[in-house]
């Protein structure tokens, strides 16, 4: 096991982040690698992220965006679900708070019902707290991330949901992990 920490930043690193990032490298019980990618193509951040961490012999990636607060055991959380994909539910940085999990209205209404475990498959997750076993990329075709427009020239899915239709198709399910706690830092913990 060796973990590749990947983080995308347009220049700036929320101090909570720098925080949250010291305390999960400090107690990861594994050799892990950190890679930084600036610049403001997030989807092309990602690709090189990606192309690091193989090229260092990691097995897994976990994407960790530049304004993200979590748990020093968050990752290890995560990895014990033994999943090929799973991403850490959290809201987006607007009010009302929207989840960043895509998922059907009448399963997230009965997430907590129907998922005691505390987690679950879905349409697709947020890249901010997401983590990837790497052999997903051996069997998904590049480009990994990317976005979609509509004949107005509308963002209408960003680059995390580009990879999760991807690798759907490639045939791997999408899971959201309910049980370890990401908040998104903007003028509010979302």
């Known amino acids: 096991m060796k973990l590749a920490i990947g983080m995308t930043t347009t220049g700036t690193i929320k101090s909570q982040t720098a925080f949250a990032l010291f305390r999960m490298m400090h107690h990861l019980p594994f050799e892990y690698d950190f890679f930084l990618k600036e610049g403001c193509i997030i989807h092309y951040n990602r690709e090189t992220l990606v192309k690091q961490a193989i090229k260092s012999g990691c097995t897994h990636i976990l994407f960790v965006d530049s304004d993200m607060f979590f748990e020093a055991d968050a990752v290890i959380r995560m990895l014990e679900k033994k999943k090929d994909i799973i991403g850490a539910h959290y809201n987006r940085r607007q009010l009302p708070p929207v989840t960043t999990v895509k998922i059907e209205k009448e399963r997230w209404a009965n997430m907590k019902r129907d998922n005691p475990e505390g987690y679950l498959t879905c349409e697709a997750v ?36 580009w990879f999760c239709e991807k690798a759907k198709e490639a045939g791997y399910e999408i899971w959201a992990d309910l049980t370890t706690p990401v908040k998104h830092i903007g003028d509010f913990s979302f």
Not at 131 to 146: A, G, Q, R, S
Not at 148 to 158: L, R
């Open 126 to 161: 947020g890249a901010g707290f997401l983590l990837i076993n790497l052999d997903v990329f051996k069997k998904i075709k590049e480009p990994w991330f990317f976005w979609k427009t509509n004949d107005k020239g509308d963002v209408v899915m960003g680059e995390d949901h």
